[in-house]
């Protein structure tokens, strides 16, 4: 069958890496893609949430899988737009429709599902622009640290821990008054601040049955030993040593379950992806956020962990055929490391030339932002500009690997982590 991945990013890169090795995989298109999706599928130009343009495509291309990658288009309703047209039928789309996806179009939203159906998470009220003095007096309750997260989509950076009580109110401010974070923050989220550590759980779903895939821990703050600014993602670790056996058997009785559940009992016909982001507090689960689709860059180092024929799981979650079905993980370890373009996770040049792609010869490197130059040459387009994937048989091993395709690769001010998978070798031990 002929399958189209949306989006341009790494998580993209790293859907069309894996489907092209599938035999149910006649001919793979990528919207818009990049320079790396360009290598093991064809790249078309057209928006993600361009709907009436991939229509036509799909159609004129006989596409019969739809693979949404970013969370734009399936808040925008892209499967809706599909299922609400005939001319449609036989194309399968993979991805939450528009009120599924409102469990990461919406803070408040998700929050108010958690407590709803007793998923753990911690405590939160919500505030918009009529209430910015309520919502500073009860900031004046708290004590620090203190969550704020914008409501809405932010590019992964509308959560501020704040460190005092006045940062906070500060931020809440800008967020509500100032549109730090435009429309996204047109309501902000105030949240308890829970302590532990932070991991991710993937779970693929049918809307009835489900196959959890292999966890992850990222690294979102841009400088090393966790400081600085969030970013989209530095870099990560997949399996996660803190996080196996009873911990995840948690996971799967007190999230998972009740998520899935919850859904079918509000209607919501939830084909694809559950991001649980969670915290792992004295061996106990927690629910930080939920997003509705894969995370990047821990798809990067889910994916070659992966055995299973991803084309074939992500059609019997399409199609609604996950019972029964069992995924085969890998018993590696995956690393990820993410280079970045200098100034991110502020402002960042683009079309800089990279070198030194061929030379990293024992890592997986997927591309994010980059494109291909008139010449052939590959040109840096985007903050997040590359992530080198390395897979052993312990962490130690993986992070050699990806540091050395790291260490091949150049292009002018560019920067990544040097010590991720640190802490969890720490933790290891």
């Known amino acids: 069958m002929n399958i189209l991945i949306l989006g341009s990013g790494g998580r993209e890169h790293a859907f069309a890496w894996k489907i092209s090795q599938s035999s149910l995989c006649d001919k793979l298109f990528v919207a818009p893609g990049n320079a790396g999706t360009s290598a093991v599928a064809e790249n078309v130009a057209i928006d993600a949430t361009d709907f009436p343009r991939l229509g036509d495509f799909v159609i004129e291309n006989n596409v019969k899988l739809v693979v949404v990658g970013p969370e734009a288009p399936l808040v925008a309703g892209v499967r809706d737009f599909f299922e609400g047209d005939e001319r449609y039928a036989d194309v399968s789309v993979l991805g939450p429709d528009k009120a599924g996806a409102e469990l990461e179009g919406s803070k408040d ?40 997260k914008a409501d809405g989509l932010a590019a992964g950076k509308g959560v ?19 549109g730090k974070f435009g429309d996204a923050g047109a309501k902000v989220v105030i949240e308890e601040f829970l302590r532990g550590i932070e991991l991710s759980v ?25 400081t600085g600014l969030n970013t989209g993602g530095m870099g990560a670790v997949s399996p996660v040593p803190f996080a196996q056996g009873d911990f995840l058997a948690k996971v799967e009785e007190r999230v998972v379950k009740p998520t899935v559940a919850g859904l079918k009992d509000r209607g919501i016909d939830f084909r694809g992806f559950l991001f649980i982001g969670l915290m792992n507090t004295d061996g106990d689960p927690f629910v930080i956020e939920y997003n509705v689709r894969m995370g990047d860059p821990e798809t990067q180092a889910v994916l070659p962990r992966v055995e299973s024929d991803l084309a074939d799981l992500f059609l019997k979650a399409a199609e609604g055929r996950l019972a029964g079905t069992e995924i085969k993980i890998s018993p590696k370890t995956a690393t990820t490391v993410v280079m970045v373009a200098d100034g991110y996770p502020g402002s960042y040049p683009k079309g800089d030339v990279i070198s030194g792609l061929d030379q990293a010869e024992n890592s997986i490197v997927f591309h994010a932002g980059t494109k291909t130059g008139e010449n052939g040459e590959v040109l840096t387009n985007g903050g997040r500009v590359l992530a080198v994937t390395g897979l052993a048989d312990g962490i130690p091993e993986a992070l050699e690997k990806s540091y050395a395709g790291v260490s091949a690769i150049d292009w002018k001010g560019v920067y990544s982590r040097k010590d991720i998978g640190q802490d969890v070798m720490a933790y290891k031990s």
């Open 160 to 178: 501020i821990i704040s460190e005092t009580v006045e940062h906070a109110k500060e931020t809440f401010k800008e967020m509500l008054l100032d």
């Open 202 to 226: 993937f779970v693929l779903t049918d809307g009835k049955d489900y196959v959890i895939l292999p966890e992850a821990k990222d690294y979102k703050r841009i400088g090393e030993g966790d």
């Open 109 to 148: 939203f998700a929050k108010a599902f958690m407590q709803e159906y007793g998923i753990p998470t911690g405590g939160y009220v919500t505030y918009d622009a009529t209430q910015v003095e309520e919502g500073l007096a009860y900031l004046d309750t708290l004590t620090a640290p203190i969550v704020l």
